[in-house]
């Protein structure tokens, strides 16, 4: 597979207000039921660095997640807007480097570094396939 090239720099922004079904209590990751989940505030980095890259890529090539390392530092409440910024700060090979900054009316509540490659969408799905059939004819 051919890598394109990519230069650092590219970013992406995504908002979203917070509701009742972005909460902890709701996801399962504690007993906050008016306050921002982390998986949330992971989800929206991870479509931010998406969004920052994956619509430079020629067709049937894609970006898919590798590592995601965040700090959660503040609270944010039910009814507020987050906004999330991802900027691709490093390139190499087909691994892509971005810095990731959370932030709601009040200012920033977590940050992150996120690692994602980029992949034939055909080989990828290929792999996963291999993969399951070992479910059927494990190896001994």
């Known amino acids: 597979m051919k890598v394109p090239e990519i ?5 992406a922004t995504v908002q979203k207000l917070i509701t009742e079904a972005d909460t902890a209590l709701h996801l399962g990751s504690g007993a906050l039921k008016t306050l921002l989940a982390t998986p949330t505030l992971s989800a929206l980095m991870i ?5 920052a890259v ?8 894609i970006t898919i997640g590798k590592t ?10 039910q009814g507020m807007t987050v906004t999330v910024k991802a900027k691709l700060i490093e ?3 087909n691994r892509l480097r971005f ?5 709601d009316e009040i200012g920033l509540i977590g940050s992150g570094c996120h690692d994602r490659y980029i992949v034939s969408h055909q080989g990828i799905l290929k792999t996963a396939e ?6 059927f004819n494990p190896v001994v």
């Open 99 to 103: 810095n990731i900054y959370a932030y």
């Open 54 to 61: 994956d619509h430079q890529l020629p067709k049937g090539l």
């Open 130 to 135: 291999d993969r399951k059939t070992k479910l």
């Open 68 to 77: 995601l390392t965040i700090t959660h530092n503040e609270p944010t409440t």
């Open 91 to 93: 390139v190499s090979g």
């Open 47 to 51: 479509e931010a660095a998406v969004k």
């Open 7 to 11: 230069k650092p720099n590219s970013s």
